[in-house]
């Protein structure tokens, strides 16, 4: 019995090498871009800051709204129509993280919660904003608590908008060493695309070097180290009203999962029925009016 264990482990182990090279190899050939050439067009650019060169999306005039795209996404995300809605009463501010859309790559094993929120602070430094609303679409949801809990003098509001505590079936086995590579190394993009335009702009940045590897390195933290601390911390951290906007059809982070933050927060919860995960894209109007009226009312 011990000899067939041992025999097990070493096949598995065999495997596992030979998933991570095979995955490595085609990660590298699916990325021949060293670095974003040219920002996604109308109203993005790239800015430097103090953590490195940022992609960020830029509209409208009044006070400012940060928003935070989820995982594997990017500022695309806001031009497929929420942004522009949202820009009708406030300045919005997207950026790409670092590892994610057009921004830089290069941050080692850092990529996750605390790079991002250290460089969303940045970005508004380098931009001379004080305070803003924070807006965050799945993980950028976390990232939104985090800059809230951790900088509470830069913050008015929070917005979360299909977060909550819950792994998204989508990333369970990019957990797995090996495994994780050979899937990202077959992917031409990760996670749905909403348009022509959008699909375009996911394909450029995943064909920068380093992009598979920061996403992986993301998602391992994401249920690792940085899942720590959202355990028994944060939520409760935040001072600032939150609301908590959900889809009643999600299918990545459970609807329940999401109103179960309510708890935590003490924040309003706000359901958008008939919705899935991608409640900006697929119902825009909504969700703004349904930020306006909590940005009026609290």
Excluded: C, N
Excluded at 16 to 38: C, D, H, N, V, Y
Excluded at 137 to 145: C, L, R, T
Excluded at 284 to 294: T, Y
């Amino acid at each position: 019995m011990v000899r067939i264990i041992l025999v097990a482990l070493v096949l598995t182990a065999v495997f596992l090498i030979a998933a991570f090279i095979t995955g490595r190899i085609i990660m590298a050939r699916a990325e021949p871009e060293l670095i974003a050439s040219k920002p996604f067009g109308m109203d993005t650019r790239f800015i430097e800051t103090r953590s490195g060169r940022v992609h960020i999306y830029d509209r409208g005039t009044g006070p400012v709204v940060l928003l935070l795209h989820g995982s594997g996404r990017s500022v695309a995300d806001w031009q497929e129509g929420f942004g522009a809605r949202l820009a009708q009463t406030h300045r919005v501010i997207g950026f790409d993280y670092f590892g994610h859309g057009l921004s830089d790559r290069g941050h080692g094993l850092s990529y996750g919660h605390r790079l991002w929120t250290t460089q969303a602070i940045d970005i508004l430094d380098a931009m001379g904003v004080e305070r803003v609303v924070v807006v965050g679409h799945s993980v950028g949801g976390v990232i939104a608590a985090r800059i809230a809990a951790d900088f509470p003098d830069r913050v008015t509001h929070v917005v979360t908008i299909g977060t909550g505590m819950a792994m998204d079936p989508t990333q369970q086995l990019l957990m797995v060493p090996g495994v994780g590579e050979w899937i990202m190394g077959r992917m031409s993009v990760f996670g749905d695309t909403f348009s022509q335009a959008h699909l375009q702009r996911q394909r450029r940045a995943f064909r920068i070097v380093g992009t598979r590897a920061a996403f992986l390195t993301y998602v391992r933290r994401q249920y690792t180290i940085d899942g720590l601390r959202l355990l028994w911390g944060v939520y409760e951290e935040i001072k600032a009203p939150v609301l908590h906007v959900s889809g009643t059809l999600d299918k990545s982070i459970p609807h329940e999962a999401a109103k179960a933050l309510v708890a935590r927060t003490g924040g309003v919860f706000a359901p958008i029925d008939g919705i899935g995960h991608d409640v900006h894209i697929e119902a825009p109007d909504q969700l703004a009016e349904r930020i306006e009226q909590f940005l009026a009312s609290s």
